[in-house]
C-alpha cells in the first residue's frame, strides 16, 4: 500500500473514531485494539499489548496516545499526526460551539436547573470513573495511605500536584529498588497573543504532561488554576467544561478547548488544545516507538506508576468534594450525584446520555418541589 493510502486509511479510521467513540478512554483504546490490532493487523497483539502497558505509564492522556502511537506505526510521524488530529478534531469543534452556545441560554431558569443537574452528575461520573484507573492497586493499603497523602497535600497546597506526581513515582521506584537490596540512581513565547493566552498555553501544557493514566488527572491541576489562580472561570463554569468534556467523543482532556475558547475565543481554544496534547504527541511521535522494545518488562515502570496513579487518585478525590461542596448540595442532588456515580462504576449507560440525563432529571425535580 502507498503511503499516501496509508495516511488516508488513518486518517479516515481516526476521524471517524473522533466522531463516534464515545464512553471513555477504555472504550476508545478497546476499539482501537479491535479494529486495528486484530481485524486489520496493523501489529502484532502481543507488540500492542507489550506497548499499551508502556504508554499507560507515560504523562498523557491515554487514548491519545495510543492513537498516535498506532497511527505512527502504520505511517511514520505524519500517520501519527492525522491520527491524533482525527480522534481530536470532532471533539474541539463540539466544545466551541457547547461554549459558544451555552453563553446566549446560560441566564434562562430551564438551563440552570438543567446545567447543575449534568454538573452533580459529572461529579458522580468522576469518581464512579476512578475504578478503571485504581483497579490493579484497590487492594494494597500502602496505595490508599497514598492516596490519603496525596489528597492531604492537595488539600493545603493545590499547586504542588505536578511535584507530588513525579515525585511519589520515583519514590516508589526507589523503595522497590531498596526492598530487592539495589540502588538506583518551555514553551516558545507567543508574543502575539494577550498575558492571559500565554498564561493558558503554560497551564495547559503542563497539565497535558502530567496526565498520568487517565484524562481525569487534570480535572485538580486546571481546577486549582483556571478558578482559583487565575480566575477565568468560575466554579460552575468550571464544572459546566467538565461536564461537556465528559459528553463529546474523544479524549476528555479536550475540555481545555472550552477553556480557552470562554478565555479568548478561537484563537484561546486552539492553544488550548494545541498544548494540553503537545507533550503526549511529542513522546508519542519521535522518541517513544523507538525505544518501547527496549522498555517492556522493566519493573520500575510498574513500580512508577504505582506511585504516580496513587497521586492522582487523592487530588482528584479532594478536587470533585470541593466542587461538590461548592454547590450547596440538595439532598436530591447528592442522590443524583450517586445514581451517577453508582451507573458509571456498573457502566450502565453511556456517559454522553448519563450527564445530559441527569440534568433532565433535576430540572423536573426543580419543578415540583
Not at 454538573?119 to 492516596?147: C, D, H, P, R, T
Not at 513565547?189 to 503554560?202: H, I, R
Not at 493514566?213 to 487565575?230: E, R
Not at 459528553?247 to 478565555?263: D, R
Request: glycine share 10%.
Amino acid at each position: 500500500m502507498g503511503i499516501v493510502k496509508m495516511y488516508k486509511e488513518v486518517f479516515l479510521y481516526f476521524i471517524r473514531l473522533g466522531c463516534l467513540g464515545f464512553g471513555g478512554p477504555l472504550a476508545l483504546i478497546g476499539s482501537m485494539q479491535r479494529d486495528l490490532v486484530e481485524t486489520r493487523k496493523w501489529m502484532t497483539l502481543d507488540d500492542f499489548t507489550a506497548s499499551f502497558s508502556l504508554i499507560k505509564a507515560m504523562p498523557g492522556p491515554v487514548a491519545f496516545q495510543t492513537a498516535v502511537f498506532l497511527g505512527r506505526q502504520r505511517a511514520g510521524f505524519w500517520g501519527g499526526f492525522l491520527a491524533g488530529f482525527g480522534v481530536v478534531f470532532p471533539a474541539f469543534i463540539l466544545m466551541i460551539i457547547f461554549s459558544a452556545f451555552f453563553s446566549s441560554i446560560s441566564e434562562l431558569a430551564f438551563t440552570k436547573a438543567l446545567m447543575l443537574g449534568m454538573q452533580v452528575s459529572a461529579l458522580g461520573v468522576i469518581l464512579g470513573s476512578l475504578k478503571g484507573l485504581m483497579k490493579n492497586y484497590m487492594k494494597e493499603i500502602f496505595f490508599w495511605v497514598l492516596v490519603a497523602i496525596a489528597g492531604a497535600i492537595n488539600y493545603k497546597n493545590p499547586s504542588l500536584e505536578p511535584v507530588v506526581i513525579i515525585g511519589f513515582g520515583i519514590m516508589l521506584i526507589f523503595l522497590r529498588q531498596m526492598n530487592h537490596g539495589k540502588f538506583m540512581l518551555s514553551l516558545a513565547p507567543l508574543a502575539f497573543f494577550s498575558e492571559d493566552v500565554k498564561n493558558l498555553a503554560a497551564v495547559t501544557f503542563k497539565a497535558g504532561a502530567l496526565v498520568f493514566g487517565t484524562g481525569l488527572a487534570i480535572v485538580p491541576m486546571l481546577q486549582h488554576d483556571v478558578v482559583d489562580k487565575y480566575h477565568w472561570l468560575t466554579q460552575s463554569e468550571f464544572l459546566d467544561a467538565l461536564a461537556f468534556g465528559q459528553m463529546t467523543p474523544g479524549p476528555v482532556v479536550v475540555t481545555a478547548t472550552y477553556i480557552g475558547h470562554k478565555l479568548a475565543g478561537i484563537p484561546g481554544a486552539i492553544v488550548g488544545t494545541i498544548c494540553i496534547f503537545a507533550a503526549a504527541f511529542f513522546h508519542m511521535s519521535t522518541w517513544f516507538p523507538h525505544v518501547v522494545g527496549k522498555l517492556r518488562g522493566k519493573k520500575w515502570i510498574n513500580d512508577f506508576v504505582f506511585g504516580a496513579v496513587a497521586a492522582v487518585i487523592g487530588p482528584i478525590i479532594v478536587t470533585v468534594l470541593k466542587m461538590g461542596l461548592a454547590i450547596h448540595m440538595t439532598v436530591p442532588l447528592v442522590l443524583l450525584m450517586i445514581i451517577a456515580f453508582v451507573i458509571t462504576l456498573r457502566n450502565s449507560l453511556p456517559l454522553w446520555l448519563l450527564i445530559p440525563l441527569g440534568g433532565v432529571i433535576n430540572y423536573f425535580v426543580t419543578l415540583i418541589f
